[in-house]
C-alpha cells in the first residue's frame, strides 16, 4: 500500500449527500477481487447516460457532461469533497478501490459510514471528517471560477488552503500509521514478525508437547 504524508490536488464537489457504495461502483461491475479495474466505472450511473459493459473504456461511453466530474475544470481532481454519510450502504471494499483508481487521494465529508471508513485505511485513501459549516465553504471555493486546489498534510493533520490558511482535522492515531507508514493490516502483523518469532520459541520453551504435537499432526496430515 502507497504511504501517504503530503498531497496536492484539486477538489472536485459532489453535492450529493448519503451516497452509497453501489452508485459509488454499481454491483454490475464487481466481478473480480482484484483491487484494479474498477476506476473506470466509478459513479457509472451519473457520469454516463448508456449502461456500460464491462471492458468498455470511458472514451467508448455516452457521457453525462452535466456531472462533476465529467466538467473539464474537475478533470485530474485528487481530493473528492462530499456531504454526510459518504459511503453508506453494503461493505464492498470496492468503492474503495475504484476511488484510489480514479484518481483520489482523499475524502473530505461532514460523516461518513463507519464500514466505509475504515475500508479507506485498509487501503490507502484519505476520508476527513470536518464540520459541516466548513466543508460548506470549500464547496463554495471547489465551485468557484478559480475552483480549489488543497494540500493535505497527514504529518501535521493540517489542510493548507491557496490563501494561506489552514484547517486542523483528526485521524485516530492508529489508522493515521497505517497511512504514514504504507501499512495494511497484514502488513501491521508483518511488522512484529520478530516479536512474533521470539514469543512462539519461549512459548514452545515453556510447552514442548505442544510443538511436538503440532508436528506429529503435520507428518499425519494428508
Not at 504524508?5 to 477481487?33: C, H, M, W, Y
Not at 484518481?103 to 461518513?112: L, R
Not at 514442548?208 to 503440532?214: F, Y
Request: charged share 25%; with cysteine; hydrophobic share 40%.
Amino acid at each position: 500500500m502507497k504511504a501517504f504524508q503530503r498531497e496536492t490536488g484539486l477538489a472536485a464537489p459532489l453535492d450529493r449527500a448519503n451516497v452509497d457504495t453501489d452508485q459509488i461502483i454499481p454491483k454490475q461491475f464487481l466481478k473480480s477481487i482484484k483491487r484494479t479495474g474498477f476506476g473506470d466505472n466509478l459513479f457509472d450511473a451519473w457520469r454516463f447516460l448508456d449502461e456500460g459493459d464491462i471492458g468498455l473504456t470511458p472514451n467508448e461511453r455516452r457521457l453525462n457532461h452535466r456531472f462533476v466530474l465529467n466538467q473539464p475544470r474537475y478533470q485530474e481532481a485528487g481530493v473528492l469533497l462530499a456531504r454526510r454519510n459518504f459511503g453508506c450502504g453494503s461493505s464492498r471494499e470496492h468503492a474503495v478501490w475504484a476511488l484510489l483508481e480514479y484518481g483520489f487521494f482523499a475524502v473530505i465529508a461532514p460523516s461518513f459510514a463507519d464500514i466505509f471508513f475504515e475500508n479507506c485505511f485498509k487501503n490507502g485513501l484519505l476520508p476527513i471528517r470536518l464540520d459541516e459549516a466548513v466543508v460548506d465553504d470549500l464547496f463554495e471555493r471547489a465551485q468557484g471560477d478559480g475552483g480549489l486546489e488543497l494540500t493535505i498534510d497527514l504529518e501535521t493533520l493540517q489542510i493548507q488552503l491557496p490563501d494561506g490558511g489552514e484547517i486542523a482535522f483528526e485521524v485516530p492515531p492508529g489508522n493515521r500509521r497505517k497511512l504514514l507508514e504504507g501499512l495494511d493490516d497484514i502488513g501491521l502483523t508483518l511488522a512484529q514478525a520478530d516479536r512474533i518469532r521470539t514469543f512462539e520459541a519461549s512459548y514452545y520453551q515453556r510447552h514442548p508437547w505442544l510443538k511436538r504435537g503440532a508436528g506429529a499432526d503435520e507428518e499425519t496430515a494428508p
